[in-house]
């Protein structure tokens, strides 16, 4: 803790990743791990108790002047959606997402995206989506998603948003295509299992879709 930073508890809800809370108090993911003795940073229980290293200069207000800005860089796109302003309804995607993930596959595939983001989809906001990888983005009702215009690399940064792909470089991929829901730490996805660094190559027909408030 560097010399005039102050701590401060927080008492995690449903919904909350690690990631959006460092987002949002303008702190890292490594160093809430850290002062809390979180030994796994996707796994963190509603009702604990974080203890938040701020400085004068970080702000308790998930909006402010720097909406949508980490680290300097605009990472919401079009939409103006950041990861310190990502809606309830996405926070508790992403979390849905995630804990849909590690009752499945873990960190290892097992060939059922669709079911993954479908399952974590029903279970955070009560809605049923059939399909496979390349189809849920036609099955997503438009009165509860929109598609946005980003690039992967920004969706990555900002949770509880659906990616789909058209095609794959797998086999099954070329066919089924693929989805995940993103975690909002950079680079992780979850479906049936979580995606630890989650990119285009070799996959195409990419788009983006946001749950509606």
Known sequence: MSQGATMSNYRIRPGDTLSGLA??????????????NISNPDLIYSGNNLSIGHSTRDTFDAGGNNQGVR????????TG????????KMQRLAEAARAAAMGMGGYNSQG???????????NALGIGVSGNGNQIDNNLPRDKFKQVDMTL???LK???????????SSNLGRIYGHTAVTLGDGHSS?????ER?????????????????
């Open 23 to 36: 987002a949002r108090f303008g702190t890292t993911v490594e160093k809430l791990a850290r002062d809390n």
């Open 112 to 122: 059922l995206c669709a079911t993954g983001v479908s399952r974590a989809i029903s």
């Open 158 to 168: 900002i949770p509880g948003l659906v990616l789909t792909w058209e095609s794959t």
């Open 197 to 213: 660094n989650t990119t285009n190559g070799g996959r195409t027909g990419f788009k983006v879709f946001m749950p509606i408030e």
């Open 71 to 78: 680290g300097g860089n605009d990472v919401g796109g079009p």
């Open 153 to 155: 690399e920004e969706a």
């Open 190 to 194: 979850a479906s049936d299992f979580i």
């Open 81 to 88: 959606v950041g990861p310190s302003n990502a809606s309830n």
